[in-house]
T-cell receptor, first 115, second 113 residues
C-alpha cells in the first residue's frame, strides 16, 4: 500500500499528557498537510510543509502544538499538555507540488480522545 | 473557520435515486474540490473544478460551479448503498501557493438499499 499512513490510529490520553502522532506521506510527495476534524464538522487546516520547511501555520495551532518534518519525508505532530478540547481526528494529507492544481491524498487519521 | 456551508446537512434517499448536495463559499477561489469520507475514516478526492469551469463530469458525478453566486453543487446519479458517506466541498484560494484547502461542514448522505 503506497498511500498516506498515520500512526497511531487511536490515542486515548489523560488531560495534561503529551501526545505525538506520525504521518508517512506518499513517497514522491513533497507537500504535507495537517488538518483537524471535530465530530460533525469538516477538516480545518493546521499547518503544511514543503519538503522539510514548515511554510504556514493556522491560528488554530497554539503554542502547545508543534509539527516537524525533519528530513522532508515523514512528519510528526506533537500536542503538549493536552486539553479536552484537543479531542478530534487529526488528518494528514500529501500532495506533489509539481501538480499545481490537484487532489490531496489523505491518510486514515488519528483519533485523539483526551479524558 | 470554515469557508463554506453545505446544504442539506443530511440527506436520506433510496438506492437508484439521484442525490444533490450544495456548497456555498465566501471568498474568491482558484478551484473547488469535492471529497467523500466514510464513517471515521480519511477523505477521498472525488472531483476538482477550476474557477473558470462551469460544469464537470466524472462517472456518476456531476459538479457545477457558479462563481457569481459563490456556490457549487454535486449530483450523484443512480445512487448505490456504497455511496453512503459524508461529502465535503473544499476550496483553494487564488494566490494560495500552498494550496491548503478550506472545507465546508459536509453533507451526510444515506442511501437505503
Amino acid at each position: 500500500d503506497t498511500g498516506v499512513s498515520q500512526n497511531p490510529r487511536h490515542k486515548i490520553t489523560k488531560r495534561g499528557q503529551n501526545v505525538t502522532f506520525r504521518c508517512d506521506p506518499i513517497s514522491e510527495h513533497n507537500r504535507l498537510y495537517w488538518y483537524r476534524q471535530t465530530l460533525g464538522q469538516g477538516p480545518e487546516f493546521l499547518t503544511y510543509f514543503q519538503n522539510e520547511a514548515q511554510l504556514e501555520k493556522s491560528r488554530l495551532l497554539s503554542d502547545r502544538f508543534s509539527a516537524e518534518r525533519p528530513k522532508g519525508s515523514f512528519s510528526t505532530l506533537e500536542i503538549q499538555r493536552t486539553e479536552q478540547g484537543d479531542s478530534a481526528m487529526y488528518l494528514c494529507a500529501s500532495k506533489s507540488s509539481g501538480i499545481h492544481l490537484g487532489e490531496q491524498f489523505f491518510g486514515p487519521g488519528t483519533r485523539l480522545t483526551v479524558l | 473557520s470554515q469557508q463554506g456551508e453545505e446544504d442539506p446537512q443530511a440527506l436520506s434517499i433510496q438506492e437508484g435515486e439521484n442525490a444533490t448536495m450544495n456548497c456555498s463559499y465566501k471568498t474568491s477561489i482558484n478551484n473547488l474540490q469535492w471529497y467523500r469520507q466514510n464513517s471515521g475514516r480519511g477523505l477521498v478526492h472525488l472531483i476538482l473544478i477550476r474557477s473558470n469551469e462551469r460544469e464537470k463530469h466524472s462517472g456518476r458525478l456531476r459538479v457545477t460551479l457558479d462563481t457569481s453566486k459563490k456556490s457549487s453543487s454535486l449530483l450523484i446519479t443512480a445512487s448505490r448503498a456504497a455511496d453512503t458517506a459524508s461529502y465535503f466541498c473544499a476550496t483553494a484560494r487564488p494566490g494560495n501557493a500552498g494550496n491548503m484547502l478550506t472545507f465546508g461542514g459536509g453533507t451526510r448522505l444515506m442511501v437505503k438499499p
